[in-house]
């Protein structure tokens, strides 16, 4: 079963995604953070992000987010540069900001708009596209609107999390709706919403179903795997969670300046983790390195 890494700005950077591929491994592709057009120009941030020397040696998936044709041919045109050849596409990011510019879900609610970038997309024959998505901004429907151009795409695959993006995250994800769009996708569906295990996803009345499909090609994992990053591992959790700090508490302290640059970066490491929960609320309420190193002493207290 194919599985992949979802992308989530401020986490899943180039250095968690090296490090979590050489540790854990499990992960067919890792995505990107969306590559994105911040007053009318690429953000060189998320084109360092992608820079195929740092991403050398992970299976990697430059993703980027539009409004319309024009967008998309000049972050292709970015990415292509670079000596990418695969590139995903987001209608899916449910963040306001985006949605009001017409991007991430937003897009889902202008067809028009899908038409152009699929009309870009047939000129770029050397690029293979895939697409992430929601099931529509305000309700479904747009979501299968969408579809009846998404199926004139050549994609390697569609990514669907069965959410609204009016939801974000909140409520369950709609397995049952997951089921209804695969029936009318013509490409390879995998699968992304609210997976925390494999066994008890892949156990699931719901999710069985799925692969009595044919189009079903996988899941994709993002807030789970931040969660518990050894989830497709067979190694003891808290010894290789240690290894993959270590790299990214290394990489912090040598590439930024101060306690004030460099606690943000090591926090969010442990926003999602699935660790104990005084130890957690140390480790993000430390002001200081030496109280945060403190904080992860307790963590790791019998590990060598």
């Given amino acids: 079963m194919y599985i992949a890494f ?23 592709e890792y995505y990107t953070p969306f590559v994105r057009i ?23 998936v430059p993703q980027v987010i539009a409004n319309g044709g024009e967008e998309f041919a000049r972050l292709c045109d970015a990415i292509e540069q670079q000596g990418w ?13 985006q949605v009001k510019a017409g991007r991430g879900s937003g897009l889902l609610q202008h067809p028009d708009k899908i038409e152009e970038i ?3 997309m047939f000129l770029r024959s050397e690029v293979t596209f895939s697409i992430k998505m929601r099931l529509g901004q305000d309700d479904e429907q747009e979501g299968l609107a969408a579809l009846q151009i998404i199926n004139d795409m050549q994609l390697m695959h569609v990514t669907l999390h069965p959410r609204l993006g009016k939801q974000q995250y909140k409520g369950t994800a709609n397995k049952e709706s997951f089921l209804r769009f695969m029936e009318q996708c013509r490409h390879p569906m995998v699968y992304n919403g ?7 996803f892949s156990s699931d009345t719901v999710s069985k179903e799925f692969f009595k499909n044919s189009n079903f090609k996988g ?15 067979d190694k003891e959790p808290l010894a290789v969670l240690r290894s993959l700090h270590e790299t990214i ?3 912090a302290t040598q590439n930024l300046c101060g306690d004030s640059q460099i606690l943000p970066h090591l926090h969010a490491f442990w926003e999602y983790a699935d660790i104990d929960h005084k130890i957690k609320k140390a ?15 307790k963590l790791f207290c019998g590990q060598q």
């Fill in 194 to 200: 609210d997976i925390v295990d494999i066994d008890a």
């Fill in 6 to 28: 979802a992308p989530l700005q401020g986490y899943t950077d180039a250095i968690y995604r090296q490090a979590h591929n050489h540790i854990f491994g499990g992960v067919d």
């Fill in 85 to 97: 050849s695969r590139i995903d596409i987001n209608m899916g990011c449910p963040f306001p900001m």
């Fill in 283 to 297: 480790i993000l309420k430390s002001t200081s390195l030496p109280r945060y190193k403190e904080a992860i002493a």
């Fill in 118 to 120: 699929r009309k870009e």
């Fill in 249 to 251: 508490y290394r990489h």
């Fill in 38 to 60: 911040e007053k009318g120009e690429i953000r060189r941030k998320d084109l360092r992000d992608i820079s195929p020397s740092i991403n050398a040696g992970t299976p990697t």
């Fill in 219 to 233: 899941i994709m994992i993002g807030r789970g795997l931040l969660a518990r990053p050894w989830m497709l591992s």
